[in-house]
Structure formats: structure tokens, C-alpha cells
């Protein structure tokens, strides 16, 4: 089975960044699509970006231009560069990958989330 761990949340000021990364351990087969959702107060969970093991990326228009995806396959971590945060950037960010059982079967694995805090 295959436990995600993220890090680098915290408080930051309007305009600064912050830089996430989700390293997952324990059995991993195979890990395809990595990607990065997040979840205000009082809203749903929404997309911020995906990466697929091909390499493409998709952003949330939200945060396009200033928040990128990477990933280091070798090392099973995925990473989200934030800059340029505003105040609505503030929520619980949760990193998920797309990985596969000893069996072959594929399904989502979500990491705890990790707090990001934009305020002055």
C-alpha cells in the first residue's frame, strides 16, 4: 500500500510562495497521473494541477502563471511551486496520485493535506 506524506504548508504573506512536495512511500508499483487539490472553508475540493507520467500538466485557471507542477519520478514526489499567493489561495492542499495494487488494480491514493495560509 502506498502513504503520501506532504510538507511545506504554512503561513505566508500575500505575493510570497511557498513550495509543496509529496513524497510517497511503502509498496509502489507504479505511480501514473501525481497531482495537487485543495479545499477552502466551506467549499468542495477542487483541482489545482495534475501531472501525468507523459508529462503533461493542467492548472486550474485560478493559478495559472504562478503555481507549477514537477514531479521526480526516481524518487515517487511530486511538488508544487506557488508564487505570487493571494489571500484565496488559503486552504488545505492535498497531493493524490494514481497508482496501481499488487493485483494490477489502479486507484487514487490522497495524501492528509497540509495547511497554506496567505494572510498579512
Known amino acids: 500500500q502506498v502513504q503520501l506524506v506532504e510538507s511545506g504548508g504554512g503561513l505566508v504573506q500575500p505575493g510570497g510562495s511557498l513550495r509543496l512536495s509529496c513524497a510517497a512511500s511503502g509498496t509502489v508499483f507504479n505511480i501514473y497521473d501525481m497531482g495537487w487539490y485543495r479545499q477552502a472553508p466551506g467549499k468542495q475540493r477542487d483541482l489545482v494541477a495534475t501531472s501525468t507520467s507523459g508529462g503533461i500538466t493542467n492548472y486550474a485557471d485560478s493559478v495559472k502563471g504562478r503555481f507549477t507542477i514537477s514531479r521526480d519520478n526516481a524518487k515517487n514526489t511530486v511538488y508544487l511551486q506557488m508564487n505570487s499567493l493571494k489571500p484565496e489561495d488559503t486552504a488545505v492542499y492535498y497531493c493524490?496520485?494514481?497508482?496501481?495494487?499488487?493485483?494490477?488494480?489502479?486507484?487514487?491514493?490522497w495524501g492528509q493535506g497540509t495547511q497554506v495560509i496567505v494572510s498579512s
Open positions: 493524490t496520485v494514481k497508482t496501481q495494487s499488487r493485483s494490477g488494480r489502479l486507484y487514487d491514493e
